[in-house]
């Protein structure tokens, strides 16, 4: 068992979470992102304490952390169930605790502020670790594993694909050419190499020349993109009627996929065959914020990291 750390991720648009989400006494809710557990403490106490919670997180840590959080907090051990698993398997893992039916999901996705502050866990280009970026450490290819094992061209690729990085070919190349003489094992090793690739008038204004690659990386290692698909369909499939999924991202790509998937299920199937367009199936959600919440002023001033922060919500109306 890893050791849990007495440091608090701080949660986003907490209140706009459960305004969306309306918690109430007796609702099954679920938490595919548990971290150190203030979204899910919020859901528990607004549902008075009196619902049944159940939490998923990849990472060890922080299921140790939220554990003991919610002990002190005296909060019943009745009232939530902790699952080390990736949300991409909610269906199956509910499945085999007798649950096929639910009221309350909640997604916030990606890693948390306790990863980025710690450089044992190799998620910052800013400070120095070992490259590793695994949300579960008890398995799968680290960040060193990708960067000293895939071809130049599946990194140019992904730098480009999950970071928007246009210098992704040269990154690339540079870092291919590196390894082949020692290869990488640390964060700073790699991020100073990254930003030696593109001349320093070139660097972006705001944020280190390696961010973007580390994003991709991290993306990566812990496959993210096809987690979040998988989870959020399972979890659409998981509500029952009138119950409500809400999800908060970080990054342009994730709320891309986000708003397609809420735009597909909240539109009536037409019959592309029929010259009236006729309907042949009628929506089976219907969207809960057209355009997505965003942190106040006050909470951006608090705590910078809500600034890139969206939420999006949708109710299931029949099955
Ligand atoms: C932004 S943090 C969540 C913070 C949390 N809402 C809170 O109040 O502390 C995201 C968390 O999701 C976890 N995570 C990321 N991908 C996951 C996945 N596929 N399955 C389960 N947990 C995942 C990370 O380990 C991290 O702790």
Known sequence: MEKSMAVFHQPVLVKEVCSLLQPRPGDVMVDLNLGTGGHSLALIEASERQGHLISFDLDEVMIETARER???GGVPEGVYTFVHANHGDVAEVLASRGITQV???LMDLGASSIHFDDPER???CQVDGPLDMRYDRSEGDTAADIVNGWDEEDLANLFYEEGDEKWSRRMAKRIVERRAERKFERTQDLASVIAGSI???????KIHPATRVFLALRVAVNGEVAALRNGMESALKLLAPGGRLAVITFQSHEDRTV???FREVCSDVVDQNDPFGRVQEKAKFKDLARRPLVASAEEEQENPRSRSAKLRGVEKIRN
């Open 199 to 205: 001349p320093r008038k070139l660097w972006p204004p």
């Open 70 to 72: 919610f002990c002190a």
């Open 103 to 105: 009221d309350k999901i």
């Open 122 to 124: 190799g998620f910052s």
């Open 259 to 261: 708003k397609r998937k």
